[in-house]
């Protein structure tokens, strides 16, 4: 960077020596001499000045000379409500130019796909293991306060006040579950971190595009309203290399009323070419004149004093050459009115007037509003010199636009509201002949409707105020599809507040755009929430829209309660139970969860969704039968949804029934060849099953899918472990694309050393892991093992501890406790433990739990209920881990006690025996 920057700096100092940079005067040979001559480095050139300096004038002026030169251009203006929308106008239209970004086209409709498969995903956890604490990258952001799905514009960032910790775990959980509905890990980073993944392919298509054309020039015009949420971004590609290296024949060009504030682009000034426009000098406006065939010193004076010597207005007036300066003095007050002063034709004028009132006028616009007589003239209309656009529609500039818009409205009231009626009316006509090819379900996720939808709120805003309370209801379910959706509807009612000067309407604007800082979605809903404009099926809609926002923060209980609100406003909607139960699930309150689906599901007999998260609940609370029933009725409504087919084959292997999981697994796969996750998941069944080369085999595939995926690594390193192959567990190319701060991973790595008898590197893991999470228990009671394995009792004995204050009841931590009290102190010392042990009874947790009931009833019970105890842990087929670690506590016990070793051989037998099995 150090030597690129300074290839920058030099070559800058030789542009302002070479005089390529200047002021007006050159302004319009200034890009051609910067096309010849940018030298090796890319630029981004900022252009700022006041309203009506001529910014946009020049910007068009830029592109054609860059077009003329062999050039691909783009504009992004103000229509643009996210980085997203910019790549893709971008994209838009280089490929109207020949030009197709065709891996960057084909990555964001995989993102519009599945940002919407999300919310399914959302019903519970995954199955993946929840122990432990949160990777380093979801830890590191949760810091940041940027947090779950922090750049996706499905939800935006997260409010700083949550707990870090809390929020990188809901992070991973959130990620596990999203990953078990996706394609594969590459979708899963799609939909949580778009930017991260789409601008990186955006770039490349970018470079390989330019080497094709000489240049390439994307321009940002009306930077003052993009620059809040663009101006990370466009630093993050454009002045640094952080998503790979733009060619040096891009050039990025960014105009607006003011210089960038952002204290980071200092660190950039080297890089940057500043260019302020200022108000014409006296000269330059008089050449401009001049060169109009505008002479008269008394008429040049005049335009001179009402046009502020602004670009765009001395421009409009000098097109027009009026006759003399008295028609100026008998003019109105607006220099646009003066200007209409001499538009002799008043179908023309009437024109001129009405097409100001849309926020963008096309042809159909154009022929609604326009008077019969001039009704085929849009070609004139694009011809002033105030008028300015792109792909087939044109905006005023504001400055013209304003007064307009202001001389209309105060003329006459009644012909400004009926003006902006006919309007939206029209857009209502156009918005239903969209409908009529949308499901009911999916108009707000396309385009074109939306657009109709916005110009004709904005156009009944303008006709009547009132229309406030609709407009609130209508940002609730924009708050459905997203941030830059959200954007554009508070924008909207902003510009309304400005446009037909209401002060209800520009306070309700800015108490909005103060939202949308931190937490802009849920702060948008909680704005709305507060206010009695909205009914009570819009308020109950708001409170389960910020229920679904918290749920995707983690925030569970703060969820459940606006769900509770949801649906004490209304509880007829069916999605409002749905999504109660969700969070109910992730509160792990599964019988009630179970109950609100129930409800769901009697509104919505069809809705298969409600039927896979009642599923899921069902799966959480061990109640495999019913979930496999829901799953079975899920599939029965959608048989193409290999989602389904992946969690009841999960369900079946969690009852034990290894067959069918694989059979429905097969199909989720065949469905979906790239599905990581179901392949992970077979590759488990694989490996309960004993079939370690087939688990193998799916865990090498699932982890070639999604290489960053530590449960799936983990997974394979089980596969390893049952096998006897602890060696290979981490020996393989894909070790080093574990997160190296992945707790959970780590300290499973450390278990396949502690079963491997690599102590020194099983202790290194696990002190790792136990450092990331200090109130990791299981690392801690495995470190502890180890310990005590190694001789290091009192290290043992204080690892023991720290893991019971951490959850005093689980069995496997005072299993491990009572060992090691009675190889050092005797079985009598441990009597306490052991009973408590062998008193255990109703539905243990896991083997390891059947494990200590059994141990302990071997030291405190009668060989009868040894035996059942130990037929009961052996029915539960315990894995190979847990029976190894069975085999090294009796062989502790024969060794380090006064047992009978009588009492002990014939189980120490079958374990040996089991495991030599399960080893192969």
Partial sequence: MGERRQSRQELNRARRRDGFIGRHTERQSFYANLCRNAGEAHYLFHVHGVAGVGKSSLVRHWEGTARGVG???????????????????????????????GKFDAATERYRKHRHEADASLAGPAGASENGSASASSRTAAHLGIGALSLAPLIGPVSAGLDPEALARGTDRLRAAISSRLRNHQDVELVLHPLRVLTPVFVRDLAEAAEDHPWIVLFFDTWERTEPFLDAWLRSFVLSDSHGDLPVNVIVVISGQAAPVAREWSEYRDLVVDIELEAFTEAEARTLLTARGVTDEALVASILHMSGRLPVLLDTLARVRPASADGLEDASETAVDRFLHWVSDPHRRAAILACALPLHVNEDVYRTIAPQEVATEYAWLRGLPFVSGQGGRCRYHDVVRTSMLRFQRTRSPHDWSEGHTHLAEAHARWRSHVERTLDPGRRWTNSDWREHRLNETYHRLCASPHFLGSTLEELVEACAEGLPVVRQWV???????????????????????????????????????????LGPTARARAHQLRG??????????????????????????????????????????FEEAVVDFGRAIELRPDDAW?????????????????????FGRAIELRPDDAWAFAHRGLAHRLAGRYHQAITDLDHAIALNPDYAWALANRGEVHRLAGRYHQAITDLDHAIALDPDDAWGATYRGDVHQLSGRHDLM?????????????????????????????????????DHAIELD?????????????????????????????????????AEYLLNEAILTSTTEGLSAASDTWRSLAEQHGDLGDAYDLLAV????????????????????????????VTDDAVRFLDELILGTSMERDRVDGYHRALSHRLGHLQG
């Fill in 71 to 101: 050039a691909l251009t783009a504009v992004v203006d103000e229509d643009v409500n996210g980085p997203v929308e910019a790549m893709e106008a971008i994209s838009a239209q280089l490929a109207r130019q020949g030009q197709v970004l």
């Fill in 491 to 533: 924008n909207l009612l902003s510009r309304a507040g400005e446009d037909c000067a209401s002060e209800s309407l520009t306070t309700w604007g800015r108490r909005l755009e103060s939202a949308l800082g931190r937490d802009p979605i849920t702060s948008t809903l909680t704005a709305l929430i507060t206010t009695d404009s």
């Fill in 548 to 589: 679904r926002q918290y749920i995707r923060a983690a925030r569970h209980a703060d969820a459940l309660c606006d769900f509770d609100a949801a649906h004490t406003l209304d509880p007829a909607i069916a999605a409002i139970h749905s999504d109660r139960g969700t969070a109910l699930t992730w509160l792990r309150r």
């Fill in 610 to 630: 409600a039927f896979t998260r009642r599923g899921v609940a069902h799966r959480l609370d061990r109640h495999y039968e019913e979930a496999v029933v829901d």
């Fill in 730 to 766: 981490w020996n393989s190319s894909h070790a080093t694309n574990v997160d190296p701060d992945y707790p959970w991973a780590i300290a499973n790595r450390g278990v396949a050393h502690r079963l491997a008898g690599h102590d020194d590197r099983a202790l290194t893991d696990l």
């Fill in 774 to 810: 200090p109130g990791y228990g299981w690392a801690i009671v495995n470190r502890g093992h180890v310990h005590r394995r190694t001789g290091r009792h009192g290290q043992a004995r204080s690892d023991f501890e720290r893991a019971l204050t951490i959850d005093p009841d689980k």
């Fill in 854 to 881: 059994f141990l302990a009833s071997l030291i405190t019970g009668s060989p009868g209920q040894s035996r059942i105890a130990f037929q009961r842990f052996i029915l539960e087929e315990p894995s190979s881990d």
